[in-house]
C-alpha cells in the first residue's frame, strides 16, 4: 500500500478514461493483476485493472469507464494529486509454458488488461493477436493502434457494425480464419461464456465482480468454481476454461 | 509538545483470564483465518484474531453482488461462507498456527442448537483457540445465526446447551437488531455466558437507483464502518453497566481513539471490522498509535479505563 502520484488523467471517450500513475511498481508480478484505489470521499476502494506498467519508468497505466460515484471522482482528479493504491492483487494471467499463438480477446473496458499482457508476450518471443470489441465505433478509442505499435497484430470488431468487424470478436476469429492455440479473454460475462463454449482450445479468462477488500479477507467476491469456492480478487481475478462453471 | 510514549504503559488485558497483550482483534470475517494478512505484516502484534464465521458444514454464501458503498461504512452480504468446522480443524488452524502464535476466538455460527453445540465441542478442543465467540448475531442467513440473537429465549437456550460441552470462556457476540439488547445480554449471561461481544452489524440496505434494483443480491446486509461506531458505543456503554460480565466492544473501530473510547465505555477487548478491509494495515496502525495516544491522555494502562464513563 502506497501513494502514487496522477502524472495525466486523460478522456479518450464519452465513457473512458485512462489514468497514469508514477510510483512503486515492485508489487507487479504479472499482467492481468489488479490495483485498489482509495477513493477521496468514498468507503471501499475500487478495484481497475492494470492496463500497462513499466517497472524501469516506474509508471502504471490504467484504463476506466466511469460507471458511478467513484469512478466519477476519479475521472475528476487531475494530474499531481496522489492516490493511494493496494498494487499488484490478484493472480495475474500466466504467460509461461504455453504455446507461441495466443489470441488475445478483450470486450469493451476488458481489452484493458491485455496491453501489458500483449507486451510481456512479445517480450518472449511469442506471436499473440490481439482482438478488441467494443458496442460502437464511439466506445473504441484507437486501442488497436497500441497494440501495432509494441508489434502485435490487432482487429476491431463492433456489435453495430460502425467500426471493423460487424459483430463480435468471435465473428473476427472466423472472418479472418486466424489461427490460436490458446487465448486469453477479458470482457463482460456473457462474451466470457461464449467464449468458453465456441473456442476449442484452452483459454484464461479474467473476470470482475464487485469486492470489499480486493486481497482476499471479506469473501465478497467469491465464485463457484469446477475447484470450489474461490476469490476473485485473491485466487483470481485470471480462470481457467475448466474452472469456470457457466449455469 | 512531545508525547513520547512511556516505557511503562501497559497495553494488556484479560478476558475472563485470557490474557491479551493488547485489546485490539480483527473481527470475525474481515481477517478470515490471519495467514493471508500476514503477507501484509508480522500479525502476532494482535491480541488475538477471531476467525471467520464457521458452521457444521461448508457453505458457498449467498450470491453476488455481496456489498454495497455506503456513507463512512459499507454493506455485506456474504452469509458465512466458510469450509466447515472440520475443514477449519484440519487445514485452517494448521495454517494459522504457523503464523500466528496468540490466544485465539473462534468464531462460531449455526442454524440450529445442535449444530452449534457440535462445533463449539469440536472447536473447544483446539489448543490455541482461547475463546468462544457464539456469533448469534448474522444478519445474512435465514433461519440461523441473527434469528438466534433476537429473542432472550433462544439466546439462552443455545448458550445454555453450549455451555454444558466446552471448556474455554463463551462469549455470545451480539447483534443490534433488537429493541433491547441489555434484555438479550442478560439472558445470555444467566443462561451461563462468560463474556459478550457487540456489536455485529446493522441490517441495511442500498438500491441503485439507475437499475432499481437492490445492490445487493440478497437485497438486505450488514451495515458497518465507522457510521455504525456511536451506536457501538453506546450499546456497549449500556451492556458494561447492566450485565456484569466482560464486553469486547466492536463496530466502526478506526483508530487508537477509537479503541480508548470503546474501553471507556466498558470494553475490555476491542474489535476491528470494516476497517482492515479499506486498509489492511489497519490493526498494526492502531496498536503503533495506542501508545502515543494513551501518553497524550495521560493513562498508564488501559485496563484503568474500562468502564469509567
Known amino acids: 500500500m502506497s501513494d502514487y502520484e496522477i502524472i495525466s488523467n486523460r478522456q479518450l471517450t464519452h465513457k473512458t478514461w485512462v489514468m497514469i500513475l508514477s510510483g512503486d511498481t515492485s ?26 506498467y513499466s517497472h524501469v519508468r516506474g509508471e502504471i497505466t490504467l484504463l476506466y469507464d466511469v460507471v458511478g460515484d467513484g469512478t466519477h471522482i476519479l475521472s475528476r482528479m487531475r494530474p499531481g494529486r496522489h492516490l493511494n493504491l493496494l498494487n499488484g492483487l490478484g493472480n495475474g494471467f500466466s504467460t509461461t509454458s504455453i ?8 470486450g469493451g473496458i476488458g481489452c484493458a488488461p491485455l496491453m501489458a499482457l ?51 470478436v468471435t465473428d473476427v476469429i472466423r472472418e479472418k480464419k486466424i489461427n490460436g492455440d490458446h ?30 477488500c480486493g486481497f482476499g479477507a471479506c469473501m465478497c467476491c467469491s465464485v463457484e468454481t469446477a475447484d470450489g469456492a474461490k476469490r476473485i480478487c485473491k485466487d483470481g481475478p485470471v480462470f481457467r476454461k475448466e474452472e469456470l462453471i457457466w449455469k | 509538545m512531545n508525547h513520547k510514549p512511556a516505557s511503562n504503559l501497559n497495553l494488556s488485558v484479560s478476558l475472563s483470564g485470557v490474557q491479551l497483550q493488547n485489546p485490539v482483534i480483527p473481527a470475525s470475517g474481515c481477517f478470515g483465518f490471519g495467514y493471508g494478512m500476514a503477507e501484509f505484516y508480522d500479525i502476532n502484534c494482535l491480541g488475538s484474531i477471531s476467525f471467520k464465521g464457521t458452521t457444521r458444514d461448508a457453505r458457498f454464501g449467498n450470491p453476488l453482488p455481496r456489498v ?49 453445540v457440535e462445533c463449539c465441542e469440536k472447536i473447544d478442543k ?46 455470545v457476540k451480539l447483534t443490534p437488531n433488537v429493541t433491547d439488547i441489555v434484555a438479550i ?42 457510521a455504525v461506531f456511536p451506536i457501538a458505543v453506546r450499546m456497549v456503554n449500556q451492556v458494561a453497566h447492566s450485565c456484569g ?41 492502531i496498536i503503533e498509535a495506542l501508545p502515543h495516544e494513551m501518553s497524550r491522555l495521560g493513562i498508564a494502562s488501559l485496563t484503568d479505563i474500562i468502564g469509567i464513563v
Open chain 1, 27 to 52: 508489487a507487479i508480478k504479472a499482467p492481468g493483476q489488479f490495483v485498489n484505489i482509495a477513493i477521496p470521499g468514498k468507503y471501499l476502494r475500487r478495484p481497475i485493472s492494470i492496463c500497462d
Open chain 1, 99 to 106: 504455446g507461441s499463438s495466443p489470441l488475445l480477446l478483450g
Open chain 1, 118 to 168: 500483449a507486451r510481456t508476450l512479445r517480450l518472449q518471443g511469442k506471436n499473440p493477436i490481439a482482438i478488441l470489441g467494443f458496442n460502437t465505433a464511439a466506445d473504441s478509442f484507437g486501442m488497436e493502434n497500441w497494440f501495432d505499435q509494441i508489434g502485435v497484430e490487432a482487429y476491431v470488431a463492433t456489435v453495430d457494425g460502425s467500426l471493423g468487424t460487424k459483430g463480435f
Open chain 1, 183 to 212: 487465448f486469453y479473454a477479458c470482457g463482460p460475462m456473457p462474451m466470457l461464456r461464449a467464449l468458453c463454449t465456441s473456442l476449442d482450445m484452452p483459454g484464461e479468462l479474467s473476470i470482475e465482480s464487485r469486492m470489499g
Open chain 2, 68 to 116: 454495497a458503498e455506503c456513507a463512512a461504512g459499507m454493506i455485506n452480504s456474504v452469509g458465512l461462507q466458510n469450509p466447515g468446522i472440520d475443514a477449519v480443524i484440519a487445514e485452517e488452524l494448521p495454517k494459522m498456527r504457523e503464523v500466528f502464535h496468540q490466544p485465539i476466538i473462534a468464531n462460531i455460527s449455526g442454524f440450529s442448537i445442535d449444530e452449534y
Open chain 2, 126 to 171: 483446539e489448543e490455541q483457540v482461547a475463546i468462544i465467540e457464539l456469533n448469534v448475531s448474522c444478519p445474512n442467513v435465514h433461519g440461523g445465526g441473527m434469528s438466534f440473537g433476537t429473542s432472550c429465549e433462544s439466546v439462552g437456550e443455545v448458550v445454555k446447551e453450549v455451555k454444558k460441552v466446552i471448556t474455554k470462556p463463551l462469549y
Open chain 2, 185 to 226: 445480554g442478560n439472558s445470555a449471561v444467566e443462561a451461563g455466558a462468560d463474556g459478550l461481544c457487540l456489536i455485529n452489524t446493522m441490517l441495511g440496505m442500498r438500491i441503485d437507483i439507475k437499475t432499481r434494483r437492490p445492490v445487493i443480491a440478497n437485497r438486505m446486509g450488514g451495515f458497518s464502518g465507522p
Open chain 2, 245 to 285: 460480565v466482560p464486553v469486547i466492544g466492536c463496530g466502526g473501530v478506526t483508530t487508537a481513539a477509537d479503541v480508548i473510547e470503546m474501553m471507556m465505555a466498558g470494553a475490555t477487548g476491542v474489535e476491528v471490522g470494516a476497517a482492515n478491509l479499506v486498509n489492511p494495515y489497519a490493526c498494526k496502525e
